[in-house]
């Protein structure tokens, strides 16, 4: 199986920082990744599809980049409604496995 | 407009079983691999299974293989998961996922084994 290492697990940032989110494959995945947002007690919100593709309707200020094993999830400018716990996905392959999430808190 | 509605989780003894639905509208059912991933309280997200168009194709986690089987019915636009010889790990809420350039996930319905 293909692992997702997410780092950090846990991050405390400002209102208007920018706050970036790191995801590692254990095999290259070319560019078959996806970030979730998952606030607590709701179902998860796709907002990264390809690695580097805005889901419909998620605003422009997350972005996606990355290719092969070493992937990232930016968020322009942290805002109060953030916060939530951020996974990636890898779908390259089955079984499709997740990253461990990184919980965004504001400072 | 997407929908992805779960039904049919609730609480259920050890060894027991529970048929869970996803019913769908806003999209071509009939042309879409569709999922089931699972999420235990305070836990990450699992995947658990996933099924082709015409249903002739399926694969499982390791963790459900021989227990639980994906099946859909697309006059119906609903895909099923019958869990069978539930265990106390298997609780957790299962959200009915699909994919067609983004991902799109269902509220998700609790599944709860205990005794």
């Known amino acids: 199986d293909i692992q997702m290492t997410q780092s950090p697990s846990s991050l405390s940032a400002s209102v208007g920082d920018r706050v970036t989110i790191t995801c590692r494959a254990s095999?290259?995945?070319?560019?078959?990744l996806a970030w979730f947002q998952q606030k607590p007690g709701k179902a998860p919100k796709s907002l990264i599809y390809?690695?580097?593709n805005l889901q419909s309707g998620v605003p422009s200020k997350f972005s996606g980049s990355g290719s092969g094993t070493d992937f990232t999830l930016t968020i322009s400018s942290l805002q109060p409604e953030d916060i939530a716990t951020y996974y990636c996905q890898q779908y390259k392959t089955y079984p499709l496995t997740f990253g461990g999430g990184t919980k965004v808190e504001i400072k | 407009e997407v929908q992805l509605v779960e039904s049919g989780g609730g609480l259920v003894q050890p060894g027991g079983s529970l048929r869970l639905s996803c019913t769908t509208s806003?999209?071509?059912?009939?042309?879409?691999?569709m999922h089931w991933v699972r999420q235990a309280p305070g836990k990450g997200l699992v995947w658990v299974s996933r099924?082709?168009?015409?249903?002739?194709?399926?694969s499982y986690a390791d963790s459900v293989k021989g227990r639980f089987t994906i099946s859909r019915d697309s006059a119906e636009n609903t895909m099923y998961l019958q869990m069978n010889s539930l265990r106390d790990e298997d609780t957790a809420v299962y959200y009915c996922?699909?994919?067609?350039?983004?991902?799109?996930w269902g509220q998700g319905t609790l599944v709860t084994v205990s005794s």
């Open positions: 095999q290259g995945i070319n560019n078959y």
């Open positions: 099924i082709n168009t015409d249903g002739s194709s399926t």
């Open positions: 996922v699909r994919y067609n350039s983004g991902w799109y």
């Open positions: 806003g999209f071509t059912f009939s042309s879409t691999w």
């Open positions: 390809a690695a580097s």
